[in-house]
């Protein structure tokens, strides 16, 4: 009997492995360019940072709205492979990329006409509120081609397919990084464009990448297809993807509106207090890439299994997934604890920005572990079409610990960053803890798509 325990869960470690190594390789790459990028613009000066840092949380935010279909894509897509359904498969990669692409469109309009009232919105100081303009609209006008990307990868994710989205995304950092590296310094001839130039090597990126998942789906690639013929609005396959997805949109876009009056409680402290706030975010990043590699093997994983019938393994993949993370957290927590300057320093050789940083980079390290139950948990519930509940925890968490703790330790109480960085890692903290226990619970298995 032992050793048939021995023997499944050396299947189950292959399976995580095989969908999350790819996905925690293409992080990497994503993760060695933002470094990249956030060290060529840090160069740059504290506005330049303080600008790319909160322009971004506006494209983050259309990012949530193509969330709302990619991840019903991914879960819808999963559990189809799983049953067999091709069908079913083929036609979400043609819902979620139309209404994908039609987002964008809408998106990037409304971007471009109201660039700078965003940034004031955000409380950006003049100099940061101009070149944060300029960064966000160049990024607005390929919104239509990000959501081909999101798309076409969260739907190979969803059929086990996680190799093709990183080799695809490899290609797209390793040009945005090249490029951004070219027109920052104004290289070989070219003028020195700075901000905008970071943002003009995005664009280019993102072109190439939608360009080439476009090409792989039109003529069918993991059994997946896009056929441009019946790329039309199906009504039936939108509700079932939104019945999944529209709840973690919900949730996804709530938490980032949380996150986006965070910026601006943090902008109110100063063009400093911004600048040390993104590299903390940036240098916090190293430890997420391999805990979200995981929450993507979760969801696919869970998804297949229900899908096939097979839910005894979907708690153990859960698990285990978890382990794996958690482990990651600790150790990469214990080198912000202990080497916070070193890490910081890499980013950024301004001496007021590093000392701000230290202690909202102990704080996350202090909670590492909890943030790897909040993204597998969520993940693995994902995977099931369970995303109400996650969806309500999330809106009450986002505000009441984020915002609200923010608030009180951060201006109240007059610890600064340090203080909003402490009601930051409370609320992962609060639905890391809720979202296991609503895993282990099990209610998950009630749930039809």
């Not at 909160?54 to 935010?61: E, Y």
């Not at 013929?229 to 199906?234: G, W």
């Not at 993807?241 to 109110?268: D, N, S, T, Y």
């Not at 608030?407 to 979202?435: K, Q």
Request: proline share 3%; glycine share 12%; charged share 15%.
């Amino acid at each position: 009997m032992h050793v048939n325990w021995v023997s499944r869960d050396k299947a189950l470690i292959r399976d995580v492995l095989r969908i999350s190594l790819p996905v925690i390789g293409e992080h990497l790459v994503g993760l060695a360019v933002g470094v990249v990028n956030t060290r060529l613009v840090g160069h740059l000066g504290a506005a330049a940072l303080a600008a790319v840092s909160l322009s971004t949380q506006w494209i983050f935010l259309t990012n949530v709205l193509f969330a709302t279909f990619s991840m019903g894509a991914t879960t819808l897509v999963a559990q189809s492979v799983g049953a067999g359904d091709w069908d079913t498969s083929n036609r979400t990669v043609r819902q979620v990329t139309l209404a994908g692409v039609a987002i964008g469109l809408v998106a990037a309009v409304l971007a471009l006409l109201f660039a700078e009232p965003a940034m004031a919105l955000m409380g950006a100081e003049p100099e940061a509120l101009a070149l944060g303009a300029t960064y966000l609209r160049i990024t607005a006008s390929i919104f239509a081609l990000s959501a081909v990307i999101s798309m076409s990868g969260a739907c190979l994710r969803g059929a086990g397919d996680t190799r093709t989205p990183m080799a695809v995304m490899t290609v797209v950092n390793v040009v945005s990084v090249a490029v951004s590296w070219v027109t920052i310094n104004g290289m070989f001839g070219l003028p020195r464009l700075g901000v905008a130039g970071a943002a003009l090597g995005m664009a280019v990126g993102c072109a190439i990448g939608a360009t080439l998942f476009t090409g792989l789906l039109l003529k069918g690639h993991s059994g997946l297809k896009l056929d441009l013929r019946d790329l039309r609005p199906d009504l039936s396959m939108a509700r079932r993807v939104l019945r999944i997805g529209l709840p973690k949109g919900v949730e996804q876009l709530v938490l980032h509106l949380a996150m986006m009056v965070f910026f601006r409680i943090v902008a109110g402290l100063g063009t400093v207090a911004v600048a040390a706030n993104a590299v903390a975010l940036r240098v916090e990043s190293l430890s997420l890439m391999p805990a979200m590699g995981l929450a993507i093997a979760s969801t696919t994983l869970v998804g297949q299994r229900l899908g096939a019938g097979d839910p005894k393994r979907v708690q153990r993949s859960g698990y285990l997934a978890y382990k794996i993370g958690a482990c990651w957290m600790a150790l990469m927590g214990l080198a912000f604890i202990f080497f916070p300057r070193v890490l910081i320093g890499f980013f950024t050789d301004e001496p007021m920005v590093i000392e701000m940083a230290v202690v909202p980079l102990r704080v996350s390290g202090l909670f590492a572990p909890l943030v790897a139950a909040e993204l597998v948990f969520s993940a693995c519930l994902l995977g099931a079409g369970d995303t109400r509940f996650p969806m309500i925890i999330t809106c009450v968490s986002g505000w009441v610990m984020r915002v609200g703790g923010a608030v009180v330790l951060g201006l109240t109480l007059g610890l600064g960053l340090a203080g909003v960085w402490l009601g930051r890692a409370s609320d992962v903290a609060v639905r890391g803890v809720i979202l296991f226990l609503r895993f282990r619970g099990g209610r998950w298995k009630e749930t039809r798509v």
